[in-house]
């Protein structure tokens, strides 16, 4: 089945995600992939006026969630994966590939999904059982956001970051219909009302 072209939009924001080749770890030190993307986030701003609202990085993949006020998500995507594609196989003396496939982009068309897609990411090292709370996980921009840290690009959240929400941890099912909608090409949670009420 063919993929479904991206919704391109100049006011609202996507959530985008890509993961490693066969779901390996980068085969490189997590603190020099972010170092990295830290420098290639700048470089989509600069080049392409790209908006970044979060970012998490984890050991085989990311979140990132951005506007593209020129409408151009392709372009900045392009640039984004060549880049850090080019700078890690540098780095590491590969020549293989380093990300799986193509991006995934879902356009975010109310606040109230904004949040529980920012919710959704800034929970992943959660999931993982990396840390304990949302906050403390180090390759994140909850973390630099937080604790006042400076990083290399301009960090702009697009919604209230409620710590307290942010670590909720959602049911399983809210789980299961949060990735699912994320999946899609625009944010769709499943037409089931209690699942739409239970959505903060």
Not at 69 to 91: A, C, D, H
Not at 166 to 185: D, G, Q
Request: proline share 4%; charged share 25%.
């Amino acid at each position: 089945m063919p993929r479904k072209p991206t919704i391109k939009s100049e006011t609202l924001p996507y959530h985008i995600t890509a993961r490693c080749n066969n779901k390996e770890w980068f085969n490189l030190e997590l603190q020099n992939v972010w170092d990295i993307m830290e420098l290639k986030l700048r470089f989509i701003q600069i080049k392409e006026d790209a908006i970044i609202h979060s970012f998490v990085l984890m050991n085989n993949h990311f979140h990132l969630i951005l506007s593209t006020p020129k409408g151009n998500i392709s372009k900045v995507m392009y640039w984004f994966m060549k880049t850090v594609t080019l700078e890690i196989q540098r780095q590491t003396q590969r020549i293989n590939k380093i990300f799986g496939g193509r991006y995934k982009a879902c356009l975010i068309t109310t606040e109230r999904y904004l949040f529980n897609a920012t919710r959704y990411i800034y929970q992943n090292p959660l999931r993982a059982e990396i840390v304990g709370r949302a906050e403390q996980y180090k390759f994140s921009t909850l973390y630099t956001l937080i604790n006042n840290q400076e990083i290399k690009f301009k960090h702009t959240p697009n919604c209230i970051i409620n710590l307290e929400h942010i670590n909720k941890n959602y049911t399983v099912e809210e789980r299961k219909n949060i990735k699912l909608a994320l999946s899609r090409t625009e944010f769709r949670p499943p037409k089931d009302r209690s699942y739409r009420r239970a959505l903060l």
